[in-house]
């Protein structure tokens, strides 16, 4: 019986480079850019090392996925300890950086199982945090939840950041500024000014 091929480690420097180059393709390119040749010449290394840390494109995509959610969820974690929690959730999900990558790997998702169903399931733990934070910022300001669900907020805050994102992409930016100052004159009625906000490196 044949053994296993060897892969590389997860902590290793070069895996990590590749990690990067891949992510920054996708960014740059588009998804469809990211090939093995494409991710070893901008990381500046063999071809051979790309498989040699990912058997296949698939475990390419899904660890950059994996790596950035785990940063996400403890970033996450730190900005829901800020004095201003809705404010902290708000700048962070339209931050456009992380946005640009998050549409990228929604749209490879479509396509491969493996990697939609681990966005399924990493959403639903951000969803879930969200949620909690948003229920117990509303209680504390003596905001009836009843009427507009936490789970509702979080979910239209979400959705704004993906849809301007898209939209930009395309030229587009009517209704953006409207829609912004919105938001923001709600989060400010109940948060006050939003203060600095150093996000984890």
């Excluded at 300001?141 to 509702?152: I, K, M, N, Q, S």
């Excluded at 939209?167 to 587009?172: F, S």
Aim: aromatic share 8%; net charge negative.
């Amino acid at each position: 019986m044949a053994s296993a091929r060897r892969i590389g480690a997860p902590d290793a420097k070069n895996r990590v480079v590749l990690l990067d180059a891949a992510e920054q393709l996708m960014i740059e390119d588009g998804y469809a850019a990211v090939t093995s040749r494409r991710v070893a010449e901008r990381a500046g290394l063999k071809p051979q090392l790309v498989h040699y840390y990912f058997r296949t494109m698939d475990d390419l995509f899904l660890a950059v996925f994996v790596r950035r959610a785990e940063e996400g969820l403890a970033v996450q974690a730190e900005v829901l300890k800020s004095p201003q929690p809705l404010w902290a959730l708000w700048r962070l999900g339209t931050d456009p950086s992380a946005t640009r990558l998050t549409m990228e790997i929604m749209g490879l998702a479509n396509h491969r199982k493996a990697l939609r169903a681990e966005i399924g399931r990493y959403a639903e733990v951000f969803r879930a945090a969200e949620t909690e934070a948003i229920t117990a910022a509303l209680d504390r300001y003596g905001v009836d939840a009843t009427e507009v669900p936490p789970v509702v907020w979080a979910f239209l805050a979400a959705s704004v950041s993906r849809v301007m994102v898209m939209e930009q992409a395309l030229g587009m930016s009517a209704g953006h500024a409207e829609v912004l100052a919105f938001c923001e004159d709600w989060l400010r009625r109940l948060e006050g000014e939003p203060q600095p906000l150093e996000l984890p490196a």
